[in-house]
C-alpha cells in the first residue's frame, strides 16, 4: 500500500496525483490519509461536538479532492481514503508501519511563507518506517531519468534501481567525492548494477558540495534518490546534511530512503 499524506493544499493533492502514478506502476493500492486532532475524530456528543462534527465535515472534504485527484490521474488504483488521528507527523509514520512508501506534498495549507519545506514533510522524511516521497517540482515534460546520490547506503540505491527498471528510465548515479568518503561506496553500486542488468546506468563521479551537485542533476528528473544519512552523519542524528539540505532545496521530488529500507 502507497500512503499519500494530505491537507487541502494544491501541493498535497499533486502528491496524492503521484502517489496514484506510483501505485499504478506498483500494482498497489492507495490510501489518502488526512490527520486531525484526536478530540475532533471521537467527540459526538457535549459541548464540542459541533466543532468536532464540523472538523470531520472539513476533513471529509480534503480528503474527497485528494481522492479525485488521484482516481482523475490513475483511476484504476484501489483508492481508500481515511483521517488519522493526532498529530500529523505522528499519525502519518504510525499509518505508514503499514506502507511501503508514504509520499507528501513539500508544503501545505500551514506554511510560512519563504519556508522551502514544512514541518510534516520535513518531520517524516527519515522518521518514517518506509521511503518517503515529498514531491515538489514536477516539470511539465520530466526527462526519463531516475537520479541517485550515491553513498554507502544500500537500501536508497536498491530503492533508486527499482523505481529507474518501474518507470523504464534511466538511472544517473552521481558519486560525489568527499575526503572523509567510504572506499566502498562504488563497489556497493557495482554490486547494485549486477542484481539489476536491465536498467540503464550513468555513472558520474564529481567534486563539489554534494547538496548542490546533487540538486543540479535532479533538475527536471523524475525523481531524485537519497539516503537518510551518509557515512559522515553525527550519531544520533537521523537526517544527514545533504538529505536535510535536499528537503529544503531539491528541485525535483525527493525520495529519502533510511538505512535499511528498500521498499518492501
Ligand atoms: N494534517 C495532515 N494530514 C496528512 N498529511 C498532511 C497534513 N498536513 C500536511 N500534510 C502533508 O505534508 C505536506 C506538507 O505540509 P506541511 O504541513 O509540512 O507544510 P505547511 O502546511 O506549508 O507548513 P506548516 O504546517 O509546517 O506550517 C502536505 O502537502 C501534505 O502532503
Ligand atoms: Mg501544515
Redesign the pocket.
Request: proline content about 4%; hydrophobic content about 50%; cysteine-free.
Given at each position: 500500500m502507497i500512503l499519500a499524506?494530505?491537507?487541502g493544499?494544491h501541493?498535497?493533492r499533486e502528491?496524492a496525483a503521484w502517489a496514484a502514478r506510483e501505485a499504478g506502476l506498483r500494482g498497489a493500492d492507495l490510501t489518502v490519509?488526512?490527520?486531525?486532532p484526536r478530540w475532533a475524530c471521537e467527540t459526538d456528543s457535549g459541548r464540542y461536538s459541533e466543532v468536532a462534527a464540523w472538523m470531520r465535515q472539513s476533513a471529509t472534504e480534503v480528503l474527497e479532492a485528494a481522492a479525485e485527484r488521484a482516481r482523475q490521474e490513475r483511476p484504476e488504483v484501489s483508492l481508500t481514503s481515511r483521517y488519522l488521528p493526532g498529530d500529523?507527523r505522528t499519525a502519518?509514520i504510525r499509518a505508514a508501519a503499514d506502507a511501503e512508501l508514504l509520499v507528501?506534498?513539500?508544503?501545505?495549507?500551514?506554511?510560512?511563507r519563504g519556508l522551502l519545506i514544512?514541518?510534516?514533510?520535513?518531520g517524516v522524511a527519515g522518521h518514517a518506517p518506509c521511503p518517503v516521497v515529498v514531491v515538489r517540482g514536477l516539470p511539465r515534460e520530466a526527462r526519463n531519468e531516475v537520479v541517485v546520490g550515491v553513498s554507502g547506503n544500500v537500501a536508497a540505491l536498491e530503492f533508486a534501481f527499482a523505481e529507474a527498471a518501474l518507470r523504464d528510465a534511466r538511472l544517473l548515479a552521481v558519486h560525489v567525492r568527499a575526503e572523509d568518503e567510504p572506499p566502498d561506496a562504488l563497489k556497493l553500486l557495482a554490486e547494485s548494477r549486477e542484481r539489476h542488468l536491465g536498467v540503464a546506468v550513468v555513472e558520474q563521479v564529481v567534486d563539489g558540495d554534494p547538496a548542490t551537485v546533487l540538486r543540479e542533476a535532479g533538475t527536471g528528473a523524475e525523481l531524485l534518490v537519497v539516503g537518510s544519512r551518509g557515512h559522515g552523519a553525527v550519531a544520533g542524528m537521523v537526517l544527514g546534511s545533504v538529505s536535510q539540505a535536499l528537503l529544503h532545496h531539491a528541485s525535483c521530488p525527493l525520495a529519502v530512503v533510511g538505512p535499511s529500507e528498500a521498499g518492501r
Open positions: 499524506g494530505v491537507d493544499s501541493a498535497a502528491a490519509a488526512y490527520a486531525m500529523p502519518l507528501v506534498g513539500n508544503h501545505g495549507v500551514g506554511g510560512v514544512g514541518s510534516v514533510a520535513y
